[in-house]
């Protein structure tokens, strides 16, 4: 018998392609970690000290579609690599930080980029353009024990056919383990924390009908409609 005043939210999950789930428990998400994507945003494209942000675990949405969200008439896709946590800790050491990681996926951060635009403008936080529902769409999670650890290769996106973003994981200003480490001085990381690792450039806006398709090499195939 549970002693919880109300009932207990579930676990946001992420399949993975052993057909096992991936329990979620925080997300990251890394900034103009693409040095075109920093230059397409009227950013300076050197390599500065990283940022990130937040979306909710229950931000993470596997079905396949994204409901057009409500208050916005300009919503970008952003295709990034996500990586899964095993294991984490405080102050991990970039050599050691891949370590920590039990597999990658591909996935999608959508964003109200108007009211994104809106907060920016007035020193606010970003959640509203960020970390609405089904605002992370991903793809099954692969384990390292698959696939490696990815660190070149073509991400790209199509939008009904059409070529919108196209480039290299080696492009990453800041790679995974140096994200990783950089996030624990700060956090402390544990199993089932995500990490989305920044999208190249060529983000733009959709439409309800549209069809995404987010690829990674070596990583996996993301189809998702917009509704």
């Known amino acids: 018998m549970s002693d ?30 693409f040095a075109a994507h920093a230059i ?29 969200p409500p208050h916005t008439s300009d919503v970008h896709h952003e295709v990034e690599l996500l990586v899964g946590l095993k294991s984490g800790g405080m102050n991990i050491t970039v050599d050691d930080a891949l370590s920590h990681v039990w597999g990658y996926g591909v996935s999608l951060d959508m964003t109200r ?6 907060m920016k403008k007035m020193g606010r936080p970003w959640e509203i353009g960020k970390a609405f529902e089904q605002s992370g769409p991903v793809g099954p999670l692969r384990p390292v ?3 490696g650890h990815p660190d070149h290769g073509r991400i790209a996106l199509l939008v009904n056919g ?10 990453m200003i800041w790679k995974v383990p140096e994200m990783i480490s950089y996030l624990s001085e700060y956090f402390e990381l ?25 690829s990674i090499d070596g990583v996996g195939l993301l189809t998702v409609k917009v509704i």
């Not at 980029?113 to 809106?118: A, C, S, T």
């Open 40 to 68: 397409e945003m009227g950013h300076n494209p050197d390599r500065e000290p990283p940022f990130f942000f937040q979306k909710n675990p229950d931000n993470l949405d596997a079905s396949g579609t994204f409901p057009y």
């Open 190 to 214: 544990s199993a089932g924390d995500v990490i989305m690792a920044g999208t190249p450039s060529g983000v733009n806006s959709v439409e309800r009908g549209d069809v995404m398709e987010a």
């Open 145 to 147: 024990s698959e696939i």
């Open 4 to 33: 919880h005043v109300i009932p207990a939210p579930l676990v946001p999950v992420i399949p993975t392609t052993g057909g096992g789930m991936f329990p979620v428990r925080r997300v990251y998400c890394i900034g103009r970690n």
């Open 113 to 118: 980029r108007d009211l994104q635009g809106e």
């Open 162 to 171: 059409d070529l919108r973003q196209e480039g290299d994981l080696n492009q």
